[in-house]
């Protein structure tokens, strides 16, 4: 793999080759008969400039909406321009991972021009502010938002500005995933299902409940919950051929994990887990001897994975189907090889340079990433010129 990577150019050169390795829990060695994939492409920087830009959705015309976590929503078009800030974006708690996250078109967003909003809420108390993820639809008109509503809050608020979750996912159905956290200082929470911490839940578009979601019965159990035992969710993806989502989350020191959320499904957290407490006290790994469901991968040490990506575009052949993940800890962007629920090979790109916070496939099949930096930037993958 070599690089020629300089953010004072507008291009960077890559050539990658993935090694498919047979898998067992975790990495082993590649294997004699293991398939070689070389892949050359550019790196073109879009656009800079944005204040850690979170969450990006392609408008229809080419254009992106970007999320900046100090509270703006901004308009990019496929030239690189950035826009003046959105109006009428609802307040967030910006403190340390709180602030303005992602953002999803409505499936129907041609005729109806709904986009969906999620950020930490926060609310004034007498002992002091607290916050949640909530999640708002409005009409996007022009540089500007209307007839904005709230269709979800995480119940409850608590203190503290970690582990909000706050992917937003289109089922085929046309229902809406969202991802919640822990909050980081509740973390027992996220194996009961009276509570929104540390779950995955599953809504209509306008925030009501599906009728088989799994506890919609379950009058102790808050009926929007999908699955339960989660930690930190930053990626979130429907896989294009089972329609299937899929996650990854952070573990503590070490044990990311890829899972693919079952309804109704306990997978574990914090009593199973790869990794370990930031105390170094250890966590018991079994999952299934718990009752808990195993990650389908993971990685130890952390790599803080943020973004995930089926790629089905068709610039890149060789990377069909292909699962890609953005590191920020890690500093590298992951692609992974996959077969049904299975996860066949790791390729690490752009190793050793900046932290990427998302990564989506433009309508022209290219891959954009965005970089997690007070200059943070929009980097365009495209096959090689040369």
Known sequence: MTYLFSLNTHLYKIFTGLVLILLCGSLLAPTANAQRIQTAFDVKLLARGLNHPWGMAFLPDGSMLVTERIGRLRIVTPDGRISEPVDNVPRVYHEKQGGLLDVALDPDFAANQLIYLSYAEPVSTSDGTIASTAVARAELDGNSLKNLKVIFRQDPKTHGGQHFGSRLVFAPDGNLFITLGDRGNHMEEAQNIDNHIGVIIRIRPDGSVPEDNPFVKDSKAKPEI??????????????????????????????????????GKNYGWPNASY????????????????????????????????????????????????????????????????????????????????????????????????????????????????
């Open 226 to 263: 999908w699955s339960y035992g989660h930690r930190s969710v930053q990626g979130a993806a429907i896989h294009p051929e089972t329609g299937q989502l899929w996650i990854h989350e952070h573990g503590p020191r070490g044990g990311d994990e890829i899972n693919i959320p079952k309804p």
């Open 275 to 386: 990794g370990m407490h930031y105390s170094m006290i250890p966590i018991k790994d079994e999952h299934a001897e718990q009752g808990y469901e195993e990650p389908i991968y993971f990685w130890t040490p952390s790599v803080a994975p943020s973004g995930m990506l089926f790629y089905t575009g068709s610039l890149f052949p060789g990377w069909r189907n292909s699962l890609f993940v953005g590191t920020l800890a890690g500093q590298h962007l992951i692609r992974l090889s996959v077969s049904k629920n299975r996860v066949l090979g790791e390729d690490q790109l752009l190793k050793n340079t900046l932290r990427y916070r998302d990564v989506e496939q433009g309508p022209d099949g290219a891959i954009y990433l965005l970089t997690d930096e007070d200059d943070g930037k929009i980097l365009k993958l495209v096959p090689s010129q040369e």
